[in-house]
């Protein structure tokens, strides 16, 4: 049994340490257990009070006399070392510590670790420290330290402050939120972020899960699980630490590492949830989520009696990039016939200033009828001719009334406060999202836009980009080895490695070395001007701390000069320093490019991450650049170079050959597989890649090696295709296959593929009647995450052309307890051995990860597959009454 199902699902709590002094947190603890009507036992643990709350207490852990699903500790830190052991012995799994000094010394290991080796030893787990605890309406369990309970809802909110619980719980009260579950996770000792999604997706009272984030400890298991669960429910992050300070003080709170935030920003882009990026916008959102519909689309019409604050509306969707509804001509003339001359004939549809509650519905009612938008917004200024409370009374019957309101998504904007709360309170009543500006109203409409577009980006088919040829990547780490075996970090220079960079088929400018400036001015004469000289010192980071780059020298003098200048400078201000020399190159190539700089830096929480941005000397990581983690597709490389551009961190130039962002796209995929294939690879700057149309050319470039002896994707973030389980194989007809991972790329082979097998087989498959599999369904096929599930494809190839002739695939629980295959042949093929062969290799992929057992469900008529699976060794429960079998095979105790 998960141990989860004590913390989501408990029948029975005792509070450790309950108390009948007010403001201690014994006595909140309790009080709040038994005013929530938890039904289940409530066991107050205190060796001072015969009774708290009018409840019976017990003197000792050891004297309950039942073992409780969860104990609450409301105990000093420094107790609790002792008490977690007394609370194992009890057999108790699960255990909410409230304590928020534990990280101190005790003994040089610190409380904290201690309770957390004896909580691991015991099979048990821990909420906190430093948790307010947790409050689950549905089964009205109030286990919090919390002045306020949460509603009965649907959305969970997990977060590792407290203080941002209890302001998230009060605002929600006051607009009627409520909450499928409310999880203070304190510091995340334990429990995590990723268990809680894991359970929380799954869970049938959840339909949008928020998040409060301070740092993030394990990336990968973060990583997999919010993409998982952001494919059942709608995520909303709020990240704290944007700037250096706030990333001080998160590490101080929760612990972690020094994260840049442009990295988070990209992870939480890449699982496909939403981030906001403060409370404001936080509360916009949750109103929005609890009373939202997918959007269709993206188009906003705009309903109001005013025309300024249509106009600040207008502002704030176009300048977030979204998109303003077009009135169509029948539109345009049925609105015509309900409002005045004088109205404003396009979107913002200003109804004019005397617009009264009839306008307003007749208004509405046009535009529900149409079908030129996504979702309306409906503004109101305070008016004499409108009164506030009336109008908003109006329109919510009549969007009640309307048999197509459940097509869009409806907003509401009251400005003011007398006049307009009221007004507000009607629309929060009737489930219909309300907001105090025009901004709010848009911002949280765009945040629907946003979380939609991050959805197509999860699902969109990537472009094949050329890979590394396998000989030239052995050749790279080659390279590497022998640079590394007498050094275990080593740092180099373009000169130094731009055999390397030619391994991954970058194109980098010839450099030579000069020793002084007469040598300079010899490689100069040699190459032709004009040439650029550059400082050559292992010692100084960024050369232009000391002026060290000289470009555009057009004569021996200008060459002599400037290599002096570059080695009396540096001398002088870094008297120190190691000076190999200078780097010489030409630059007869160089004019009408756009400067872009590229660099690789591993993250302690993420590992290697990629940021881009404009070139220059003056560069600020945190601002400068935009960030992704590998491994990169085309599409996400092209998101990426979009993204640097739309936020300002790329500024293209008119040129007359422009940058190709398809070309720079497969650049970044090139890099992508070094950092991937190529663990060593700790740092590398290419400051900067000159782009020319579709020419790339790397000007300057400093790399940084460590030897690395684990394995080398251990390190990602996210997991990258497993090219080590691809095999080639052949079946009983003489065709050959290769048998391997499925890729986001395969979705128009899988297409194919599903198109040649027979309605029979695939409603065999499928336990339904199919018809054509949509884009997204194909991307779910596809586009799978590595870390917890896998899908094997048997590609044959006709003239280098490849096609899938089947699949298996598993999809493993988080608990690896259990994978759930699948398997399906194209019809005309079967007989020739593939299934075995499919059905062989996911055994044995799932023996390797450690998953206890395989299983997976069938028809009782598949004779074909209920016979294959007896000869795997597969047990077989046939139930005929309920047209199912059951096929399981152990494979790990």
Not at 82 to 92: D, F, V
Not at 641 to 666: C, F, H, T, W, Y
Not at 789 to 808: D, H, K, L, Q, R
Not at 811 to 836: C, M, P, T, V, Y
């Amino acid at each position: 049994m998960n141990t989860l199902d004590q913390l989501l699902k408990p029948k029975s709590v005792a509070v450790i340490g309950a108390s009948i002094k007010d403001r201690r947190a014994g006595n909140i603890v309790m009080k709040n257990l038994l005013l929530g009507g938890f039904e289940g036992a409530i066991m107050p643990v205190t060796p001072k009070y015969p009774s708290v709350c009018g409840v019976l207490a017990y003197k000792s852990i050891d004297a309950l006399p039942i073992t409780p699903d969860i104990a609450v500790l409301c105990t000093r830190a420094s107790r609790n070392v002792a008490l977690i052991e007394e609370l194992a012995q009890k057999g108790i799994s699960t255990v909410i510590i409230l304590a928020s000094d534990m990280a101190r010394s005790d003994n040089e290991i610190s409380i904290q670790d201690r309770c957390l080796k004896i909580a691991k030893d015991s099979n048990m787990r821990l909420l906190g420290p430093n948790s307010l605890g947790i409050i689950l309406p549905w089964l009205n369990f109030n286990a919090s330290f919390s002045p306020i309970t949460a509603l009965k809802g649907k959305i969970a909110f997990i977060s590792q402050s407290a203080a941002v619980c209890t302001t998230i719980l009060d605002w929600a009260n006051d607009k009627n939120i409520g909450f499928s579950a409310f999880v203070s996770l304190g510091n995340g000792l334990d429990i995590d972020f990723a268990e809680l999604l894991d359970r929380l997706s799954m869970d049938s009272h959840t339909e949008a899960i928020l998040l409060y984030v301070d740092t993030i400890k394990d990336a990968r298991r973060f990583m997999s699980a919010a993409r998982a669960a952001s494919r059942n429910r709608r995520i909303l992050v709020l990240k704290g630490g944007r700037t250096a300070s706030g990333r001080k003080a998160a590490r101080l709170h929760t612990g972690g590492d020094d994260t840049l935030d442009i990295i988070y920003d990209s992870a939480i882009r890449r699982t496909g949830m939403l981030r906001v990026n403060n409370t404001h916008e936080l509360f916009a959102a949750v109103e929005t989520l609890t009373h939202s519909v997918p959007l269709r689309g993206e188009r906003l019409a705009i309903i109001t009696n005013g025309g300024g604050p249509a106009i600040m509306a207008v502002d704030t969707l176009l300048e977030r990039g979204g998109k303003l509804a077009q009135l169509d001509e029948e539109t345009l003339n049925r609105l015509s016939t309900v409002l005045p001359e004088s109205w404003s004939h396009s979107n913002p549809i200003d109804m004019v200033g005397d617009a009264g509650n009839r306008r307003y519905v007749d208004t509405l009612n046009v535009l529900l009828d149409s079908n030129i938008a996504d979702a309306i917004l409906i503004m109101h200024s305070p008016s004499a001719v409108s009164p506030s409370e009336q109008t908003a009374q109006e329109i919510v019957d009549a969007i009640r009334a309307h048999p197509k309101h459940k097509q869009f998504n409806i907003l509401t904007n009251w400005s003011g406060e007398l006049t307009a709360k009221p007004a507000r309170q009607i629309f929060t009543q009737a489930g219909i999202p309300t907001y105090r500006t025009p901004e709010s109203a848009v911002v949280a409409f765009m945040h629907l836009v946003e979380y939609r577009r991050n959805q197509k980006q999860l699902m969109e088919t990537p472009t094949s980009a050329e890979p590394v040829h396998i000989g030239e990547l052995n050749h790279a780490k080659q390279w590497i080895e022998e640079k590394l075996e007498q050094n275990h970090t080593l740092m180099l220079d373009t000169h130094q490695i731009g055999s390397f960079l030619k391994y991954f088929n970058f194109n980098v400018l010839p450099t030579w070395i000069a020793s002084d400036a007469s040598e300079a001015v010899h490689v100069a004469e040699k190459i032709g001007y004009p040439v650029a000289v550059k400082l050559r010192s292992p010692d100084i980071a960024h050369k232009s701390d000391v002026h060290g780059v000289m470009l555009n020298l057009r004569n021996s003098v200008e060459v002599a000069n400037a290599a002096q200048a570059i080695l009396d400078r540096t001398k002088l201000s870094y008297p120190a320093a190691h000076i190999h020399g200078l780097l010489v190159q030409g630059m007869g190539k160089l004019a009408g490019g756009e400067e872009i700089r590229i660099k690789v830096i591993t993250d302690n929480t993420f590992g290697p991450v990629i940021l881009i941005g404009q070139g220059g000397s003056e560069w600020d990581e945190s601002i400068d650049a935009a960030a992704a983690l590998p491994p990169l597709n085309m599409t996400l490389a092209r998101y990426l170079i979009v993204r640097a551009i739309k936020s300002g961190k790329i500024r293209p130039q008119k040129l007359p050959d422009p940058m190709n962002i398809d070309g720079l796209s497969e650049f970044l995929v090139r890099l992508s597989q070094m950092v991937v294939d190529c663990p060593q690879v700790q740092q590398l700057d290419i400051h900067p890649l000159l782009a020319n149309g579709n020419e790339f050319t790397i000007l300057d470039a400093d790399l940084v090696l460590s030897r690395y002896k684990k394995d080398a994707h251990e390190r990602l973030a996210i997991r990258p295709y497993p090219v080590e389980m691809e095999q080639k194989l052949t079946l009983k007809d003489g065709t050959e296959i290769l048998l391997r991972p499925i890729l986001p790329e395969d979705e128009p082979l899988h297409a194919e593929f599903i198109h040649k097998v027979s309605k029979d087989d695939l409603y065999k498959r499928f336990f339904t009647d199919v018809g054509e599999f949509n884009h997204e369904a194909l991307a779910n096929f596809t586009q799978i995450d590595y870390d917890r599930e896998m899908a094997f494809v048997a590609v044959t190839y006709t003239a280098g052309n490849p096609t899938i002739i089947g699949v298996s695939r598993a999809l493993i629980n988080h608990q690896n307890s259990d994978a759930e295959f699948a398997i399906l042949i194209r019809s005309d093929l079967k007989g020739i051995g593939l299934g075995k062969i499919l059905m062989g290799k996911i055994i044995q992929y799932c023996k390797d990860k450690g998953t206890a057992q395989i299983s997976g469900m069938t028809m009782p008529t598949n004779r074909g597959m209920l016979t294959l699976a007896q000869k795997l060794g597969f047990e077989l429960d046939v139930q005929f009454s309920d047209g199912t079998a059951d096929m399981v095979l152990r494979l790990n105790d």
